[in-house]
Structures are given as C-alpha cells and as structure tokens.
C-alpha cells in the first residue's frame, strides 16, 4: 500500500488494511522514525471493514 511518490512516500487506501489481518496496529506508525502519518481523516473504516479488504486482496475472502 505504500509506495515512492515524488517527493514523498504515498499511502494508498484502497490497499491499506491498516495492517488489520497481520498487526494489531498500523505498521508505518510504528517503524517511522518521526510522527509523519497520521490517519486518514477522510478515510474512515471499520476494523470489519478493513479486515474484508484484507481477505479481498489476499485472495482469501
């Protein structure tokens, strides 16, 4: 779901799970070195939500 942009990495959301279906808490937030990601305010999905575009794009839904 993350990939180089121009100037900046950029976060697509229709590929990010929040890291629901692997983590208990998004990734990125965890491992960047400065408080650069916030949440998607425009963007808001359940952890239901989440979890079924998880099985989507793993094939298992």
């Known amino acids: 779901a993350i ?5 900046i990495y950029v976060i697509d ?25 916030p949440l998607d305010t425009s963007n808001v999905e359940s952890k239901d939500e989440l979890m079924q575009k998880y099985l989507i794009i ?3 839904a």
């Open 3 to 7: 990939s180089q942009g121009e100037e």
């Open 13 to 37: 959301p229709n590929l990010c799970t929040e890291c629901v279906g692997h983590y208990d808490e998004p990734q990125c937030q965890q491992v960047c070195p400065v408080d650069c990601i």
């Open 58 to 60: 793993t094939g298992k």
